[in-house]
């Protein structure tokens, strides 16, 4: 017990120091705002894990009247990851987003979405990190830690809608949900039983891969908030209409 909550807070460390960290590099417009928005982030992140319940529990329910059960056959596995997981966690944390932007009483940035968006996500990984930890062993738990998968979907999720609104083009946004349901329905179809069944020999060089892509976009998304950012990223994305 001692060593699974050990792996478990180690596995808490880099969500932690994101967090932290980002409240730091976004704000150019109003840093008490942004401060406020990513506590607000977080806490919607938190809620994000509880509202996609609901949604799941209807994708699941569509999907088993058609008898696609997610232990049925390998489409039922297919459907269920990227459906019933994949695509209700990403629509549960885009939900929030937007309602962490509507209560933001500052004129926010690309950057600041991108930011938020990571946070969000943040947020459903600490709290879906502890109903794994009830399955998982330490060092699953500290591999999901450190690559922090929320994290990167945000990460991209929050760059394109950021385009969206830098542009006004909201196909932008589109993509960038997209893509993330495809990585990330990816990433839990490639560690499902029933890929492992059929995957056979191939299935250990493919789940390593996986988590190589992960640990890829942790690094790419390290690197651009380190870095300095083009005036883009950082000048205010609506015009203040106050006089």
């Known amino acids: 017990m001692i060593v699974l909550i050990g792996g478990f807070l180690v596995s808490m460390i880099p969500a932690a120091a994101m967090y932290f960290w980002l409240k730091t590099k976004g704000g150019a417009t109003d ?3 942004f401060k406020l928005s990513c506590r607000e982030a977080l806490k919607n992140g938190f809620l994000s894990t509880l509202a ?4 799941s529990a209807v994708f699941a329910f569509c999907l088993n009247m058609l ?16 459906i019933v997981l994949a695509f209700a966690e990403e629509l549960a944390k885009s939900l929030m987003l937007r309602k962490t932007l509507k209560k933001a009483e500052y004129n926010y940035t690309w950057l600041d979405m991108i930011a938020l968006m990571v946070i969000v996500a ?4 600490v709290l879906e990190s502890v109903v794994y930890a009830f399955g ?15 994290g990167g979907y945000g990460f991209i999720e929050g760059w394109f809608y950021g385009k969206a609104a830098y542009t006004g083009k ?12 495809i990585l990330h329905g990816a990433y839990d179809f490639g560690l499902s039983s029933q890929f492992e069944a059929a995957a056979g020999e191939n299935y250990a060089f493919l789940s390593v891969s996986l ?3 992960a640990l890829v976009v942790f690094g790419w998304m390290i690197i651009f908030f380190a870095k300095k950012k083009k005036p883009q990223y950082t000048e205010p994305l609506f015009e203040d209409t106050e006089e």
């Open 31 to 33: 840093p008490e705002g």
């Open 52 to 55: 996609v319940l609901p949604i």
């Open 67 to 82: 008898g696609l059960r997610r232990d049925s056959s390998l489409l039922g596995a297919f459907l269920h990851t990227f």
């Open 122 to 125: 943040i947020g459903f990984e």
């Open 136 to 150: 998982s062993g330490p060092i699953h738990m500290i591999v999901r830690g450190v690559t922090l998968m929320h």
């Open 170 to 181: 909201k196909w932008y946004a589109v993509v960038g949900f997209l893509i993330c349901v």
């Open 211 to 213: 988590a190589i892509f």
